[in-house]
């Protein structure tokens, strides 16, 4: 009996050690995988060594990053900023409205005053042209007649101011500000043809007042100012530049039909996902060919681009490598998701991408479709009938870009055209929404070099370089650019929250608080005297600074140059 029982008592022992290990490696299973779900994934700095050189941008690319964190990680590794909102954006907002000094329409209109402006290029440029006009009629006391859209241009767009904007609110919300009529009044019972003119870029008050004026005063009454874009100086008395806020935020809203379709666009991506980036790519064939760049398609590339560049006498040959340390090549559709990717946007974000023809087609998108599979434009979220009252005019599609870019999450862009830049103005109107514009010049010494560099080390380096080109308040120095991306003087600051804000952090014992609330100005601060200037673009204005520690980038236009003798050629640039 002792021995079946010692044989009993064995066995028990036996099954309990089974149980207590198997406890034991249970545990240590959970716990090693829940410090694998932490820990960056080992693929990361394989995938990014496996990357070929950033010219071949026709390459089938892999995933580098497996992690999608919301957060920016500064080069130590911390998460310290939220990439779907500006930090800062509290602080500020859009300030618009009329001073008391500014007087009423009906009180400096003039009966026998009347400015026409027909406007040139696509649709962002003529939209910076009809903001101008409205001023410009301010400045000479004058009626000014509903602008004409340039109908002839590389576009060939034959819509009629109507057909884009709201023409009836353009008039009454500016009522007070300006007197607007349809069409000029006819003359002894005929048809008044104005006078046609043209005034300099840049042409300041004074300007209009010295060259326009009398010609309205001691000829004709009536004068029509041709090719009217950028013909405004960018630096004007305050209430001028509120005014050319009003027009440009306010008074210029989108015909219905536009509207109506902008919003189902914007709808339909949020219903796939809570949040969207919009991706405004310039990477058509006459982009490229006359950036003047190298995109690494070979002798194919250079010979089709070379090509194109030949339909125009003023293109001389450029150096690619030159250009492109110099921070005026468009990124690639690839680079750009480096990008984003290397900002802390995963592989499950909904992008939307505005864009025309893309030079290489799908094989050039390729790329970044890898990196965001969730990959859309109006032509895979709408239908063709749908599309089809737009689809042959490109100023409504453009249009309707326009509204899923503006409404987007983040908006990022490959290049500085006009679409750019008055969404980029907009857009912190409005919120300081994040707006990403590449820091091309050093970023292209990075995607040089990233093959020789961990994905950490890559990822660490974009977030750095983007600092002050992210859409943050007080990025670019005031004054500084074109107004219609910087529209400083319509920013206002809203000091009490900020102060109510640091006395609430002040409180708090541990100090942590204060530097979520209140960032630093410096926080965007970086090399001045290795980055692109914007240039000062009122030669007959000079403005001195304090010595504050204001911050601006590098994204004036890589287009200023055009010589406009060849309008196409700038038509074609201008969005």
């Known amino acids: 009996m002792a021995l079946p029982r010692r044989r009993n008592l064995s066995y028990n022992r036996f099954r309990s050690l089974v149980k207590f290990i198997s406890a034991i490696s249970g545990v240590l299973l959970i716990l090693f995988a829940f410090l694998s779900f932490l820990a960056p994934s080992p693929n990361e700095s394989q ?17 580098p990053v497996t992690s999608g964190d919301s ?5 130590g590794g911390k998460l310290d900023r939220d990439i779907w909102s500006s930090r800062n954006a509290k602080f500020f907002y859009g300030c618009s409205n009329v001073s008391a000094k500014f007087a009423k329409a009906e009180a400096v209109s003039r009966p026998t005053r009347y400015l026409a402006i027909a406007t040139s290029g696509g649709l962002n440029q003529q939209r910076t042209g009809i903001t101008d006009a409205v001023v410009a009629a301010r400045i000479l006391n004058a009626t000014l007649v509903v602008p004409k859209l340039d109908q002839k241009s590389f576009w060939k767009d034959a819509s009629n101011f109507s057909e884009i904007f709201d023409v009836d609110w353009f008039i009454s ?15 002894g019972g005929k048809s008044w043809t104005p006078y046609t003119m043209r005034v300099p870029r840049k042409c300041s008050e004074r300007c209009y007042q010295n060259r326009v004026l009398p010609v309205i005063l001691k000829r004709h009454h009536a004068v029509q100012l041709k090719k009217f874009d950028y013909r405004l100086a960018n630096k004007l008395d305050t209430d001028l530049q509120k005014l050319r806020c009003r027009v440009n935020y306010h008074a210029l809203k989108f015909a219905d039909p536009i509207l109506e379709m902008g919003k189902t666009l914007v709808h339909r991506m949020r219903m796939r996902s809570k949040r969207y980036i919009a991706l405004h790519l310039r990477f058509e064939p006459d982009m ?4 003047g760049c190298d995109y690494g398609g070979g002798e194919k590339e250079r010979n089709e681009l070379g090509a194109i560049r030949k339909r125009w006498k003023t293109l001389h040959k450029n150096n690619p490598d030159k250009q492109r340390r110099q921070g005026k090549c468009p990124l690639t559709p690839e680079e750009v998701g480096l990008m984003l990717r290397a900002l802390g946007y995963g592989s499950d974000v909904h992008i939307y991408v505005a864009s025309g023809e893309v030079y290489g087609g799908e094989e050039t998108l390729r790329p970044l479709k890898s990196l965001f599979p969730n990959f859309y434009s109006k032509d895979t979220i709408a239908t063709k009938e749908e599309l089809a009252p737009f689809s042959s005019f490109s100023s409504r599609m453009a249009a309707l870009d326009f509204i899923v870019c503006d409404e987007s999450d983040v908006f990022v862009t490959n290049n500085n055209g006009n679409m750019a830049r008055i969404l980029a103005g907009r857009r912190k109107y409005f919120g300081h929404k994040p707006t990403i514009r590449p820091n091309a010049k050093k ?3 990075l995607f040089l070099s990233r093959s020789n560099m961990t994905w950490e080390a890559f990822a ?10 992210m859409g943050e308040p007080k990025e670019v120095r005031p004054g500084r650019g074109e107004f219609h991306e910087n529209p400083s003087a319509c ?7 900020r102060e109510k804000a640091t006395a609430y952090s002040r409180g708090k014992k541990n100090g942590k608080l204060e530097k979520e609330v209140m960032v630093s100005d410096d926080q965007n601060d970086y090399d001045d005297n290795d980055e692109p200037r914007w240039p000062d673009l009122d030669d007959d204005e000079n403005q001195v600074w304090p010595q504050e520690k204001l911050h601006y980038n590098g994204t004036g236009s890589d287009y200023d140059a055009v010589i406009s003798d060849e309008p196409e050629l700038e038509e074609m640039l201008s969005d």
């Open 47 to 63: 995938h990014f060594h496996l990357r070929h050189h950033h010219n071949s941008f026709n390459a089938v690319v892999e995933d």
């Open 71 to 75: 957060v920016f990680r500064s080069s």
């Open 173 to 187: 919300s500016l009522s007070k500000d300006v007197k607007i009529i349809k069409q000029l009044p006819k003359r």
């Open 288 to 291: 490229l060919a006359f950036s």
């Open 443 to 445: 970023l292209y010494r």
């Open 460 to 469: 660490s380096r974009v977030r750095i370089f983007q600092r002050g080109f």
């Open 491 to 497: 920013i206002c600051e809203d000091s009490e929250a």
